[in-house]
């Protein structure tokens, strides 16, 4: 039993992530797998973080574990469950000191969180009703351009204007997509206006959780730099990001382990 090691893995819809953290609360391991609940994704994961700990042999090895996110009940073999705003908060806190709003958007839903002066969660609100405005919209559009989802800030940053995209629901602005590429609408401006329509989406949803800086941005979304900017632009605050935004729930998960000690 390593007990100086505490694991929290984030099952989430669309990729599973695990980190594993020391004592001190310092990240030694992750792993992630473009794949969520109820695949192979969470095995892998883990399977990662764990091969990146030297003296590691197994994550059942580790002192107490903990998981969160949309598939967190499948993972009987944890001690804890903690649900993903809980954990998104506890890791944003720790990573962005003084952080009073996080922006996570995820593979398939967009929730804004408001904390309190001591990092602690006071209220949230989301999006888990509708794909716009998530990543899925933005995974559906890079297969329609055929580039990758991590493709679409490069291009978005080689758009000379905005192409807005009127309609809300994913499936009429896919459609609306095709027929712009269709007419010779080059496609940076097209991802332009893609990006525009999320910022929209998710400004609408952190006017009514009540924005207050610092604001933070979660979730493998916050990976898009060109889209982060216009999101910045449009709320009117500097947003603050990390390499591991996608890990923010996993590192949360795991600060839980760490501190229960179980
Ligand atoms: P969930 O927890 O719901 O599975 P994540 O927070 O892991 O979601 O985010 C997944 C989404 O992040 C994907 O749907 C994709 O749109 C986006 N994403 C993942 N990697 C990147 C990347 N490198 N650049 C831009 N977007 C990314």
């Given at each position: 039993?390593?007990?100086?090691?505490?694991?929290?893995?984030?099952?989430?819809?669309?990729?599973?992530?695990c980190?594993?953290?020391?004592?001190?609360?310092?990240?030694?391991?992750?792993?992630?797998?473009?794949?969520?609940?109820?695949?192979?994704?969470?095995?892998?994961?883990v399977?990662?973080?764990?091969?990146?700990?030297?003296?590691?042999a197994?994550?059942?090895?580790?002192?107490?574990?903990?998981?969160?996110?949309?598939?967190?009940?499948?993972?009987?073999?944890?001690?804890?469950?903690?649900?993903?705003?809980?954990?998104?908060?506890?890791?944003?806190?720790?990573?962005?000191?003084?952080?009073?709003?996080?922006?996570?958007?995820?593979?398939?839903?967009?929730?804004?969180?408001?904390?309190?002066?001591?990092?602690?969660?006071?209220?949230?609100?989301?999006?888990?009703?509708?794909?716009?405005?998530?990543?899925?919209?933005?995974?559906?559009?890079a297969?329609?351009?055929?580039?990758?989802?991590?493709?679409l800030?490069?291009?978005?940053?080689?758009?000379?204007?905005?192409?807005?995209?009127?309609?809300?629901?994913?499936?009429?602005?896919?459609?609306?997509?095709?027929?712009k590429?269709?007419?010779?609408?080059?496609?940076?401006?097209?991802?332009?206006?893609?990006?525009e329509?999320?910022?929209?989406?998710?400004?609408?949803?952190?006017?009514?959780?009540?924005?207050v800086?610092?604001?933070?941005?979660?979730?493998?979304?916050?990976?898009?730099?060109?889209?982060?900017?216009?999101?910045?632009?449009?709320?009117?605050?500097?947003?603050?990001?990390?390499?591991?935004?996608?890990?923010?729930?996993?590192?949360?998960?795991?600060?839980?382990?760490?501190?229960?000690?179980?």
């Open positions: 039993m390593a007990s100086d090691l505490y694991l929290g893995i984030d099952v989430g819809s669309t990729a599973s992530k980190v594993i953290v020391d004592a001190q609360g310092a990240i030694v391991g992750r792993g992630l797998y473009a794949a969520g609940a109820g695949t192979a994704g969470p095995r892998a994961c399977d990662e973080a764990v091969a990146q700990v030297g003296g590691l197994s994550a059942e090895d580790v002192a107490c574990s903990c998981a969160t996110g949309y598939g967190r009940h499948l993972e009987s073999w944890t001690e804890l469950q903690k649900s993903e705003l809980s954990c998104h908060a506890r890791g944003a806190a720790e990573l962005f000191g003084g952080v009073r709003t996080v922006i996570d958007i995820g593979g398939q839903d967009a929730k804004v969180l408001s904390l309190g002066k001591d990092g602690s969660l006071a209220s949230f609100v989301m999006n888990d009703k509708c794909a716009a405005g998530t990543g899925r919209f933005l995974d559906v559009m297969g329609v351009f055929g580039c990758k989802v991590a493709d800030s490069g291009l978005d940053r080689e758009s000379t204007e905005v192409a807005p995209i009127s309609s809300t629901c994913t499936v009429f602005a896919e459609s609306e997509v095709i027929s590429l269709a007419s010779g609408i080059a496609i940076p401006n097209i991802v332009a206006g893609v990006h329509s999320v910022v929209e989406r998710t400004y609408g949803l952190a006017k009514r959780a009540g924005i800086p610092d604001v933070a941005m979660t979730g493998g979304v916050a990976l898009n730099a060109a889209l982060r900017e216009r999101l910045e632009r449009r709320i009117g605050f500097p947003i603050v990001t990390c390499d591991d935004a996608q890990y923010v729930g996993a590192y949360g998960a795991a600060l839980f382990a760490l501190a229960a000690d179980c």
